[in-house]
């Protein structure tokens, strides 16, 4: 069965712009999460969507948006880009929560490189 | 603010011997603590997970060891290969659906 897919894999974005990734899940999943993958600062969660509610979100600046549509598909989208945006931005996705034994599946992130 | 902090950095070993890295946590809502491996290029994966009503855990050569009292947990890889070289990423969770804080991550190279 086909994995969790992000995309683009890659972009190149200037200041001041916006950029907006996808995430198509798992068929069947509808819990899907974002994080932001840095150097310095390792994984830290966006935020995670469960049938089109956002159930949970993490600690960035409200430049940062997400939403996820009825077939569960997930965008985030990030306005006025700064350079430290710059980073690997993955999607994962779930049945369910981790806690009652669902599986979390990663994609393979998009790289996204603030100039 | 780091919620899970992860040790060491980087790692050598050698074919065959015992990697061991180390996790510790503050808040004691966190009830849900996996492991990740993951591979240049690649998305992280679910290696193991345990929860703190058990204090040890074991799926193949990984083992992930869980002392709720010292807020610790580690993950031991016994019988290292070189195929293990990755980086490793501890992980909590304790809130109402999927939201995880990470370790920092360790480099593990196995050398042959």
């Known amino acids: 069965k086909a994995g969790v897919t992000q995309t683009p894999r890659y972009l190149i974005k200037t200041r001041g712009q916006q950029v907006t990734l996808s995430c198509s899940p798992i068929s069947g999943h509808r819990s899907v999460s974002w994080y932001q993958q840095t150097p310095g600062q390792g994984l830290q969660f966006l935020f995670e969507?469960?049938?089109?509610?956002?159930?949970n979100k993490g600690n960035f600046p409200g430049r940062f948006s997400g939403r996820q549509f009825s077939n569960s598909r997930s965008e985030m989208n990030v306005s006025t880009l700064e350079l430290g945006d710059s980073a690997l931005y993955l999607c994962?996705?779930?049945?369910?929560?981790?806690?009652?034994?669902?599986?979390?599946?990663f994609g393979e992130g998009s790289w996204l490189t603030v100039v | 603010q780091q919620q899970v902090k992860q040790s060491p950095q980087s790692l050598i070993v050698q074919k065959g011997g015992i990697s061991i890295i180390n996790c510790a946590y503050e808040?004691?809502?966190?009830?849900?603590f996996p492991w990740y491996q993951q591979f240049p290029g690649k998305g992280p994966a679910l290696l193991i997970a345990i929860r703190p009503d058990v204090s040890e855990k074991k799926e193949g050569r990984f083992t992930i060891s869980f002392n709720k009292s010292a807020k610790q947990f580690s993950l031991h890889i016994m019988d290292s290969q070189p195929g293990d070289s990755a980086t490793y990423f501890c992980?909590?969770?304790?809130?109402?659906?999927?939201?995880?804080?990470f370790g920092t991550g360790t480099s593990l190279t196995v050398i042959p």
């Open positions: 969507y469960f049938s089109e509610t956002q159930r």
């Open positions: 808040n004691t809502a966190f009830d849900y």
């Open positions: 994962a996705s779930s049945l369910g929560q981790a806690i009652s034994g669902n599986t979390i599946y």
């Open positions: 992980a909590a969770s304790g809130y109402t659906g999927n939201q995880f804080y």
